[in-house]
């Protein structure tokens, strides 16, 4: 779901939100990691235009514990600021886009834990996880399984999640707030739940493919959007009180020995929802050594949406609608990007077993036009972006 303020950027730079914050971590059953993991990375991203800019920092700690079981232990903090679009209105047959001035200035903090258990052919995991920032608090707790079969070939994964939210709005500039029936303080919950297939099918290609259902109830709207109706004037998005989604993602691995290990990552994704919302997105990634532990990997990605049932730009009245909503994350549009990243791994290094060292560049160009059947109408809603992030890993 679209989250409200700086909790819906954030989650836009996950890239691959299929699952909830928490949702969980890829395991395989008897596998376990044997070394101590510190992963730490840092990200910016940066609309065009002055408006919205993030910097994240991520800090992951994973130990094993004893000769069955591994634990890790995340932190997050996002600090977000500039611009955002709060409502549309239609000046002499145009519709223009009204920011909210460069005054948001946010701040995330976020902590997470999970604990694997690895059996013979089955691996059990169990977390949870905390997220406050000024106007938005996140609980939520998440399990998964995952059973080897076929002599370790196959592996089928389970995963379940749930949420519990809170939104507490601030006063805008001009000293308003929501007035939803839930008062000042709204709740949410979601929950999500996983099933996968990962198969090799031969020494050189591998192929997973995963289903997620989810379901979210409570406060849905953003309390910051406003719409505008040409016969009432400005209103509060008003979203509905639930949501069902459901979601495929099929990735595939192959493996080029002769062209000095390089490999192909294919992955596709459908995304439906009964707000009507449908959307696909294609992934495709070369992973190419070239020298001395060095990497290269470029990528590109395209994504298309449907609008929502209840999204306009401007509504002409709403008296008959009991949901509308001009927040530009609901309407028709595709995403363009491209990107590169370099790595280097060192192993020379006598009190670390290894050292990896990570760094890329991606653009993304959202344009209405690239929606698949669109018809361009949400122009005014264009605008680019790129994210650039760093990061390394230490391996004990």
């Known amino acids: 779901m679209k989250k409200p303020k700086s909790h819906a950027l954030v989650s836009r730079l996950t890239l691959a939100a299929l699952s909830l914050p928490g949702m969980m971590q890829e395991t395989q059953a008897g596998r376990i990691e044997e070394t101590y993991n510190g992963d730490f990375q840092y990200g910016h991203y940066s609309e065009n235009n002055q408006r919205m800019s993030v910097d994240i920092f991520e800090g992951v700690i994973s130990t094993p514990i004893g000769r069955s079981m591994t634990a890790s232990v995340n932190l997050v903090r996002d600090v977000i600021s500039g611009a ?24 995330r903090d976020a902590i997470s834990s999970n604990l694997t258990y690895f059996f013979d052919t089955v ?3 169990l977390g949870g996880g905390f997220s406050r920032e000024n106007d938005y608090t996140s609980r ?22 749930v949420a519990f939210d809170e939104v507490e709005p601030t006063p805008t500039s001009s000293g308003s ?3 939803d029936d839930c008062g000042t303080k709204c709740n949410k919950t979601s929950q999500q739940y996983l099933l996968g297939v990962s198969q090799v099918l031969d020494k050189d290609s ?27 004037g400005l209103l509060f998005d008003t979203r509905p009180r639930e949501k069902f989604q459901w ?33 696909h997105t294609v992934e495709l990634s070369w992973h190419q050594p070239i020298m001395a532990g060095w990497q290269v990997i470029p990528r590109f990605r395209y994504y298309s949406q449907d609008r929502a049932d209840f999204y ?5 009245n709403v008296s008959q609608v009991s949901s509308y909503s001009s927040d530009y994350r609901l309407a028709g549009f595709g995403t363009i990007s491209g990107g590169i990243k370099f790595s280097k791994e060192i192993t020379q290094i006598k009190t670390l077993n290894q050292l990896k060292f990570q760094t890329g560049f991606e653009y993304f160009d959202r ?18 972006y790129f994210l650039v992030t760093a990061s390394f890993n230490l391996k004990f």
């Open 312 to 316: 306009q730009a401007v509504f002409d």
């Open 140 to 161: 939520y707790a998440n399990t998964n399984v995952s059973l080897d079969l076929n002599k370790k070939l196959t592996t089928l994964n389970f995963g379940a999640s």
């Open 84 to 107: 955002s679009p709060r409502f549309n209105q239609s000046v002499k047959g145009q519709v223009k886009q009204i920011l909210s001035g460069a005054s948001i200035v946010e701040q």
């Open 177 to 179: 707030i929501r007035n």
């Open 123 to 125: 691996a059990v995991g």
């Open 247 to 279: 979601a495929w993602l099929t990735q595939y691995v192959r493996h080029f020995k002769e062209l000095n290990s390089a490999a192909l990552h294919a992955d596709y994704r459908f995304y439906t929802d009964d707000w009507g919302i449908n959307a």
């Open 206 to 232: 591998v192929l997973q493919s995963n289903i997620t259902f989810g379901y979210h109830q409570g406060y849905l709207s953003d309390p910051y959007k406003l719409v505008y109706s040409n016969e009432d």
């Open 367 to 384: 344009k209405a036009n690239y929606q698949l059947g669109g018809t361009g109408s949400g122009n005014f809603d264009d605008f680019s």
